[in-house]
């Protein structure tokens, strides 16, 4: 028997629309999810929410549309650390599909090599207090020292007043980090205020890359990616911009499908596409931010 979602709960955009801009050859969504389907593969007794339906077929049929060549599929709370979904669908990529697990401190070495082969390239670590109960640093340590031998890195979702106490963790971990939607600034902010300038500051000190998605979860003033609107939440560009232009080699972007959790609309994800030239003004920043960037990470040296 299948769980409902969770009241509320918006399903993902059915009939995106075409976008504008044309996406470069070899582009990576680089941040997307599957969910179930739930009578496969359940979701976990400790999730905080139950969402629709998103699977493999049903994201890769977005893939293809909006003109993608690859994803990067990150597991989602709702899973816990059972993995399997998300391995099923990188497996059934032929290739074009890379993933990043959910694992306990107790993970194994042969588990880790077992997802290593199946294309899985890092671990998450979440922070956000809504969708995880605790964030205990030495489990995660020890998670971190067990991926750091396999070349993976760690991918951090966190909010942006959280960065000052939590910045120190980071630094001492022993592998390369990515930061999940530019580690959720406050908009409302200067772009120039203190609270960014921290998280740039940190970007810069370390072996840290930055995906600049989910705008739709940030923005405050929009415009809504909706209705045909090409210029879509305008108020989280400025940070965006100045991410990309800051650190244009360490720079990624992807889409959030099925955008869990949103509260206020579901955005269109064709209508998404065509942000992406807002914030990567020039064809060199957008072949970096959506090419370049993501191969060198998930599938070094292949070319796209």
């Given at each position: 028997m299948t769980a409902p979602t969770t009241p509320g709960w918006l399903d993902w955009y059915p009939n995106p629309s075409t976008p504008d801009f044309r996406l470069p050859l070899g582009t990576v969504d680089a941040h997307c999810h599957v969910f179930g389907p739930q009578a496969e593969f359940p979701f976990a007794p400790?999730?905080?929410?139950?969402?629709?339906?998103?699977?493999?077929?049903?994201?890769?049929?977005?893939?293809?549309?909006?003109?993608?060549?690859?994803?990067?599929?990150?597991?989602?709370?709702?899973?816990?650390?059972?993995?399997?979904?998300?391995?099923?669908?990188?497996?059934s990529s032929g290739g074009r599909a890379r993933g990043v697990a959910t694992v306990r401190p107790d993970v194994t070495e042969a588990e880790l090599r077992d997802l290593d082969a199946a294309g899985v390239r890092g671990v998450r670590f979440n922070?956000?207090?809504?969708?995880?109960?605790?964030?205990?640093?030495?489990?995660?340590?020890?998670?971190?020292?067990?991926?750091?031998?396999?070349?993976?890195?760690?991918?951090?979702?966190?909010?942006?007043?959280?960065?000052?106490?939590l910045a120190g963790f980071f630094a001492s971990l022993p592998t390369p980090l990515v930061i999940d939607h530019m580690g959720r600034p406050d908009v409302t902010q200067s772009v120039h205020g203190k609270?960014?300038?921290?998280?740039?500051?940190?970007?810069?000190?370390?072996?840290?890359?930055?995906?600049?998605?989910c705008p739709e979860r940030l923005s405050v003033t929009g415009p809504a990616a909706l209705d045909g609107e090409r210029r879509a939440y305008t108020d989280v560009v400025p940070f965006a911009r100045r991410v990309?232009?800051?650190?244009?080699?360490?720079?990624?972007?992807?889409?959030?499908?099925?955008?869990?959790?949103?509260?206020?609309?579901?955005?269109?994800?064709?209508?998404?596409?065509?942000?992406?030239?807002?914030?990567?003004?020039?064809?060199?920043?957008?072949?970096?931010?959506?090419?370049?960037?993501?191969?060198r990470l998930y599938w070094p040296g292949e070319t796209a």
């Amino acid at each position: 028997m299948t769980a409902p979602t969770t009241p509320g709960w918006l399903d993902w955009y059915p009939n995106p629309s075409t976008p504008d801009f044309r996406l470069p050859l070899g582009t990576v969504d680089a941040h997307c999810h599957v969910f179930g389907p739930q009578a496969e593969f359940p979701f976990a007794p400790e999730r905080k929410y139950t969402p629709c339906d998103a699977s493999k077929d049903q994201l890769f049929a977005l893939r293809d549309h909006l003109g993608v060549s690859r994803n990067v599929i990150v597991q989602a709370t709702c899973h816990g650390a059972d993995n399997s979904a998300m391995v099923d669908a990188v497996r059934s990529s032929g290739g074009r599909a890379r993933g990043v697990a959910t694992v306990r401190p107790d993970v194994t070495e042969a588990e880790l090599r077992d997802l290593d082969a199946a294309g899985v390239r890092g671990v998450r670590f979440n922070f956000v207090r809504r969708l995880v109960d605790a964030a205990p640093e030495e489990d995660l340590r020890t998670i971190a020292d067990k991926i750091a031998p396999l070349g993976w890195h760690v991918v951090l979702y966190f909010e942006a007043a959280d960065l000052p106490e939590l910045a120190g963790f980071f630094a001492s971990l022993p592998t390369p980090l990515v930061i999940d939607h530019m580690g959720r600034p406050d908009v409302t902010q200067s772009v120039h205020g203190k609270e960014f300038a921290e998280f740039l500051e940190f970007v810069d000190q370390g072996d840290v890359w930055v995906k600049v998605s989910c705008p739709e979860r940030l923005s405050v003033t929009g415009p809504a990616a909706l209705d045909g609107e090409r210029r879509a939440y305008t108020d989280v560009v400025p940070f965006a911009r100045r991410v990309v232009t800051e650190f244009p080699d360490r720079v990624l972007w992807g889409t959030d499908w099925p955008h869990p959790n949103l509260t206020s609309h579901m955005p269109d994800d064709g209508l998404l596409v065509d942000y992406v030239p807002q914030v990567a003004e020039t064809a060199e920043l957008r072949r970096k931010l959506l090419v370049d960037n993501p191969m060198r990470l998930y599938w070094p040296g292949e070319t796209a």
